[in-house]
């Protein structure tokens, strides 16, 4: 049986391109959570949200909210927080082990269950997601940047409401937009209480913006956060025009998850280099192995979304297939 640092080692390992920012300075928060800073204009409009750093090695966010909170952005309207998540994970990175500081104890983006929240259990991460629920709970908006274990395209995570499809709509970018309900192992902050309710007026998206370490995944996240603030009407063009690329979004495409692919031991591996948003004509083609087990597509014109082994485990997602949809989203307001 394969471990870990094993298949982590057959990798192709990917070169670190940006900096990561020195946090610290950040430290002391506006509203007695730390790395958390909130900014109210004093003018009515929504709460909207940037959270970075869900996951330690996830670099691009961190480059984001450590940028604007550096620009003094502030609110025009409604109230802007910026916010660092697994603060503990990402000071403990080693540029010699990358995948090692995703989290340290357990996925902070599976922690969001009120009965996971409430209950006894504990770790790092739970403890984080304790300290930030309550500014969560006032949350109206929320854009949560994260980046991938491999080099792709960036894509939209918006959740399997409604709502969420016409809030990727309504920012333009990225040119991916996945439809998808979460992992089985858990629950996302993107998902947490009434960003996942159809009744509720709260909405959330989740950007992957490419490979965590490259300079196009910071620059996609810069551009995706100015236009997510630019899109509530939390901030002017003006405010946030250094970030936004001047290129013209391409149109953009509506992927549905039909089936998570989850590893059954060790010994899975994938029949090609997968890297992401692979298309798969035919159903029946086998694009894995776990085991003795051939994993083969559900069905034609078959998408691979994030496949990647660099976290593989026994009941651990590794890719998920997606079918295209063909949607007209509505315009929102905000």
């Not at 502030?74 to 990175?93: K, Q």
């Amino acid at each position: 049986m394969k471990t870990l640092e094993q298949v982590r080692a057959s990798l192709k390992p990917y070169p670190i391109e940006v900096e990561f920012p020195d946090i610290r300075r950040w430290k002391e928060g506006t509203d007695g959570v730390d790395y958390v800073h909130s900014f109210d204009s004093g003018v009515a409009g929504p709460h909207v949200m940037i959270m970075a750093l869900t996951h330690g090695n996830e670099v691009s966010g961190a480059i984001t909210v450590d940028a604007f909170l550096a620009r003094e952005l502030r609110p025009r309207r409604g109230r802007l927080t910026l916010a660092f998540g697994n603060v503990e994970a990402y000071h403990r990175f080693d540029p010699q082990n990358i995948d090692a500081t995703r989290y340290l104890d357990e996925d902070m983006n599976r922690v969001w269950l009120p009965g996971k929240l409430d209950g006894e259990l504990d770790s790092i991460e739970l403890r984080r997601a304790r300290q930030l629920r309550p500014v969560v709970d006032t949350v109206d908006l929320l854009l949560d940047i994260h980046s991938m274990h491999e080099e792709a395209p960036p894509v939209m995570m918006c959740g399997a409401q409604r709502k969420g499809i016409d809030f990727a709509a309504t920012l333009g970018v990225p040119q991916t937009v996945v439809v998808d309900a979460g992992h089985p192992n858990g629950r996302r902050l993107r998902d947490y209480e009434g960003f996942n309710d159809p009744s509720s007026a709260r909405n959330a998206l989740l950007i992957e913006t490419g490979q965590h370490f490259s300079r196009r995944s910071r620059q996609v996240a810069l551009d995706t956060a100015a236009r997510f603030l630019v899109t509530t009407g939390t901030v002017s063009p003006e405010d946030v025009v250094e970030f936004i690329n001047t290129q013209t979004p391409q149109p953009q495409r509506f992927l549905e998850v039909t089936d998570p692919v989850v590893a059954d031991s060790m010994d899975f591996s994938f029949v090609d280099d997968f890297r992401g948003l692979e298309l798969i004509e035919q159903k029946g083609t086998v694009i894995a192995r776990d085991g003795d087990t051939d994993l083969v597509t559900p069905h034609d014109h078959c998408v691979l979304v994030q496949p990647s082994l660099r976290h593989l485990g026994v009941g651990v997602t590794v890719v998920r297939l997606a079918k295209i949809l063909d949607v007209a989203p509505e315009r929102l307001s905000f």
